[in-house]
């Protein structure tokens, strides 16, 4: 996607498959698709979020800036859920320098104090909106009985198989299981 030509630092930014989601205590704070990852000389890669798929309202900018020289100048935001405070929780370059500049206005988590999920995207995969939504749920519920006693689609194909015949001593003869519906 972009990267820099400065062979001592170099920065790299491309565009992540998939699905992100940022966890914090269990609780989501971000979840996109449209997340930009940065290699930044031998960083570790971060992950970039754009503001409007991150709960921005459980964050609260601080007075903490810090500065680097590659990228510019980075505000920074305490998050506070369930009794937990955290100042550095996530940082923003408002006005990223130029080399940089595709990371303007997004969002990083400090790794340390969230998890990141990801979700590979699937063929013709699309985004699903709302932080609650499985992305598999509408292939589950078209999978189950409609209320007519039969499936919405076409039965998905078998992954079990029915147990072998046990020739061993302690075997019984007619297993319970035959003859009732069960595997």
Request: glycine residues 8%; proline residues 7%; charged residues 30%.
């Amino acid at each position: 996607m972009q990267a820099t030509e400065n062979n001592d630092h170099p920065l790299r930014l491309q565009r992540k498959g998939g699905r992100v989601q940022v966890l914090f205590e269990g609780h989501l704070i971000a979840d996109s698709d449209d997340v930009l990852v940065l290699n930044e000389a031998d960083l570790a890669p971060v992950f970039y979020f754009p503001r409007q798929h991150v709960e921005m309202e459980k964050l609260v900018q601080n007075d903490i800036v810090t500065h680097c020289p590659y990228k510019g100048d980075a505000r920074h935001f305490t998050v506070l859920r369930d009794g937990v405070m955290i100042e550095r929780f996530a940082w923003s370059y408002d006005r990223p320098n130029a080399e940089a500049s595709g990371i303007g206005d997004r969002i990083a988590f400090y790794p340390e104090h969230v998890d990141f999920h990801e979700i590979a995207a699937a063929p013709g995969e699309q985004r699903v909106v709302g932080a609650d939504a499985d992305p598999r749920v509408d292939e589950v519920i078209q999978h189950t009985d409609s209320g007519s006693g039969a499936s919405q689609k076409d039965h998905w194909e078998q992954n079990v198989s029915e147990p072998e015949d046990d020739d061993t001593p302690d075997a019984p003869d007619a297993p319970p299981y035959r003859g009732v519906g069960s595997i």
